[in-house]
């Protein structure tokens, strides 16, 4: 007898193909296409798909929810939506390895604006120790891919300059026992310290390891190179590519505003690189809301040294007056009336959450510079910014384009987190295919599903065919749209009725039922 039969649904594969009426059945974990009658076919529960689409389940390969899901199991922010695996580890900051429990708290610390914190003791150091939280505790399943920050701190510390050889030579030793864990791979964050501080010649370096080890280069790329060209950034990605023969992949990859640049600059990149032999890659979210912790307007040598340094800087008259005018002189903030904050932890500062920085500022009767490092030195690092970062005009040709994949770049921090983080991928559905056909439904369902599991080299996931494991998304096409907003964020989604999760029922009759099937996907073990 079948655990699940899934009937009279439109089963949309993940291999782009258009869909074809059959029913899924489930037993234990996998599942198998069933075509034909199946009016006698025996199951403990049937669901009736009629209208429905079936597809698998949604993977995001850009995932903020590896601290925040273990305090929140549920996760139904995301899992509502049908999200079914997560690549964490995004940035350059996933939260292990480390050498003393210092440094993980410390560094959890720094990036507790973008990672949040995980809301029950973190009680390990290694790779295997962290994924060991996951196992059948949490809602979803989480890949994990290995940032360069935690990997800098073991070796050379928190200071910006170079790795020496040794140290350098260390650092490979980690990145090869980490990918024998089951790391997909390397991530970058080249806008956040101390990761921020590798050179290009370290990253090659350590690319050329997991290369090896069959895994991926993902990259959020550095900013600070576009004083040498709009595309600086990302060529240096190319070349940390073609360096270490790895395939590259460009998270949160747009076009950030008219004028900078065409999109057809960015798009045009990744097809070169294409027709020269790189494996390069991107994926985006489909919204003009960027969202990040708020230190990264900060210049990197505020944190030199570790996190305390900031405080010591902002308490210091002389260092104060440098960091203000260097600031200043950057015009760091940029426009302070767009976007807002979130996640204060302070009660005096509470009635801040949501509002953007002039109009804190305004209240305040301060410069917004002001207001801001006022605020970095009572919240301290945990401040999250959702800005504007994205020309609406341009973004549908990245959704829609062949070589990209869907990140949500969700952060799950605040009371006003970017509406991204409960929307992305209906908004997509509903928006990108049903109203404006920028994309065909099995297309956009490739992105999600088949095309991810690709890149990640998962191999029992991202189809529905028969053997593979039961991650099963069941959605109505007309119906389906996201709800969050702006001013009302934490809303989730319409007409996702069902999402399985390893064959069990996590959403069921659009309710979550409390089960926490998920699992620590390793990479070369699934």
Known sequence: MLD??????????????????????????????????????????????????????????????GLTMLGEPRHEPKVRQGVTTELIGIDGNSHAPFKTAEDRDRYIELDSGLNGTPGVPADWLTVAGQLSTFDNKVAVNICFILGNSPVRIWSVGWNDRPATRAELDDMKSLVREVCEEGSFGLSTGLDYPPGSYADTHELIELSKVVARAGGFYHTHTRALLRQKGLLAPWLEAVEIGRGA?????????????????????????VERSRDEGLDVTFDCYPYVYGSTRANIWLPGWTMDGGPERLAVILDSPKERARLRDEMKTRNSLGRTDEGWLTNFRKPENMAYEGRSLL???????????????????????????????????????????????????????????????????PVILAEFVRAEKH??????????????????????????????KADIVVFDPDTVKATATPRQPKQFPLGIP???????????????????PGRALRYGRN
Not at 39 to 63: E, K, N
Not at 500 to 510: A, M, Q, R, S, T
Request: aromatic letters at 6%; proline letters at 5%; glycine letters at 12%.
């Open 4 to 65: 699940l039969l899934i009937r009279n649904g439109l089963v949309i594969d993940g291999s782009g193909n258009p869909g074809y009426h059959a029913s899924v059945g489930v037993e234990g974990d996998t599942l198998r296409v069933l075509r034909g009658d199946t009016s006698a076919l025996a199951a403990a529960r049937t669901i009736d798909a009629s209208d429905h689409v079936v597809a698998p389940g949604f993977i995001d390969m850009h995932s903020h929810a």
């Open 245 to 269: 023969d790895i395939a590259v992949h460009f998270t949160h990859y747009r076009q950030r505003s008219q004028g900078d640049g065409s999109h057809l600059d960015y798009i045009g990149l």
């Open 359 to 425: 109009d804190i500022s305004r209240e305040r009767k301060q410069d917004p510079l002001d207001t801001f490092l006022d605020l970095m030195r009572s919240e301290g690092h945990s401040l999250c910014a959702i800005m504007i970062g994205t020309n609406p005009q341009t973004l549908p040709a990245f959704v829609s384009h062949p070589f990209g994949m869907v990140g949500s770049d969700a952060i799950l921090l605040g009371e006003y987190p970017s509406p991204r983080t409960y929307g992305c991928f």
């Open 439 to 468: 994309l065909q439904l099995p297309e956009a369902i490739r992105k999600m599903t088949s095309f991810p599991a690709q890149r990640l080299g998962l191999r029992d996931r991202g189809l529905l065919r028969d053997g593979l």
């Open 498 to 516: 069902y999402v399985i999760v390893n064959g069990k029922l996590v959403v069921d009759k659009g309710e979550h039922t409390g089960a926490l």
